[in-house]
């Protein structure tokens, strides 16, 4: 286990995330280990997104307290839910989660404290000046984070900040504070939890490219202004149709050589539909190489599929006609993804 990783686990008191196998857990159907604990095998997090609706699934629960060592609150700490009217807050569906990640001894990364995307209303059509919003801003992270203090592993702290071509994505935070409301954020969530690890965290960055660059740039310049950031998220939302992504090792690498830890946090392979043997097979494929491409870079800590079912995924709603993204099918049964992944963390040293 790396230093920081070990470090940053114990001050939350979720060491034994990383460092064992959760109490709970026990052999897969194949009479292996768990993907969670191949990965603690190699010093890192095998996880999964989850939601609070799919905790009546007590068939799909057991699936994720056991197979897993990593947790993240799908939608339960986005604004929406934390602040849902101006001042007033709102804690019962993330410690929802969070008490199941404890249960089970999993580390948990919290998401997301800023977004442009589910805002409450109050917030989404109010008219601020900057310095009405920069103290909402301030309020909302300082609270979030301070409520969470000592709990949880990381934070998603802004997310998705940057358009495709690279530059500032317009967002009520970037259109009324400008592009310091990054720096403030971080410098906030610090101060409220200082233990916590603070990640910006976006998709499409997994080549490197003008959004990539936008973050190796943006992350230097914080750094050099002294601004607490510990990592970056590749989110890892890949798509069959629009090839691997061949950079991704190498992006990893160069955000690690700049002192950051990098992790993929929101991994799925959608493909159109029907899937068929082809299609799974080359998924399979990919998995593996995202899982050996984090394997490979030291300060990658981990990995998080957005959920690990196709049961519960988010992409049929979203991208017409595709599915079929994650390692386990509607029925909560292993695909071929599932296999690649683990053979690729216990060829690592996971035996």
Known sequence: MSHRLAAALAAAGLVTAIAATPASAAPDRHGDKT???????????????????????????????SEFNSTTAGNALKWYATEPQQGVFDFTQGDQVLDFARRHHMSFRAHTLVWHNQLPDWLNNGTFTADQLRAILKKHITTVARYYKGKVYSWDVVNEAFNEDGTYRDTIFYRTLGPGYIADALRWAHQADPHAKLYLNDYNIEAIGPKSDAYYNLVKSLKAQHVPIDGVGFQGHLALQYGYPETLQQNLRRFADLGLDVAVTELDIRMYLPADATKLATQADWYARVTKACLAVRRCVGITVWDYTDKYSWIPAVFQGEGAALPYDENLQPKPAYAAIRDALRSAGGR
Do not use: K, M, Q, V
């Not at 603690?40 to 905790?55: I, K, Q, V």
């Open 35 to 65: 993907l969670g604990r191949l990965a603690a095998d190699t010093h890192r997090y095998f996880g999964s997104a989850t939601d609070n609706p799919e905790f009546s699934d007590t068939a799909y629960l057991g699936i994720l307290g």
